[in-house]
């Protein structure tokens, strides 16, 4: 795929750094000139799939770190975000709507119906002791 930009951003598995990977993928949006609404449904997004590497996928592991991967093509971002943490041992399951594996931690378990409904296409590939990518695309409509 020919692209018209791209960035990359190595983040530690820190939650402190899951506002920084939301403002920053939304900052590199900007150059496509997308509505407020399209902005916060990236931010939202980026936020849930920081936020469960971070949770999910480096429990009980230190030094974790996040990989970004953001590009644009004509009018469509791409992000992927990459753990190398503990994987996902039910990929089916844990997309489902309210499935949480945390409940102990008041989580909602909407991560993925969240980048689902905020993003136009979410693909994610998990293997276990390897590592979640999750990959999403968001098509700026040019008004």
């Not at 990236?42 to 999910?56: P, Q, R």
């Not at 190398?84 to 378990?109: Q, V």
Request: with cysteine.
């Amino acid at each position: 795929m020919k692209y018209d930009n791209k960035i990359s951003l190595i983040l530690d598995a820190n939650s402190k750094n899951e506002a920084f990977a939301r403002v920053s993928i939304s900052a590199f949006a900007t150059q496509l000139d997308p509505t407020l609404e399209e902005l916060d449904d990236i931010k939202m997004a980026v936020s849930e799939a920081v936020t469960n590497a971070i949770i999910h996928g480096y429990e009980g592991i230190e030094n974790g770190q996040i990989y970004i991967n953001c590009k644009i093509a004509k009018d469509v971002l791409y992000i992927e975000i990459e753990d190398k943490g503990r994987g996902i041992e039910n990929l089916e399951k844990a997309m489902e709507p309210l499935y949480t594996s945390k409940p102990d931690m008041e989580r909602s378990g909407m991560g993925f119906t969240v980048m689902e409904a905020f993003m136009d296409n979410i693909e994610v590939i998990s293997e276990v002791g390897k590592g979640t990518k999750i990959y999403l695309e968001k098509k700026i409509i040019k008004n």
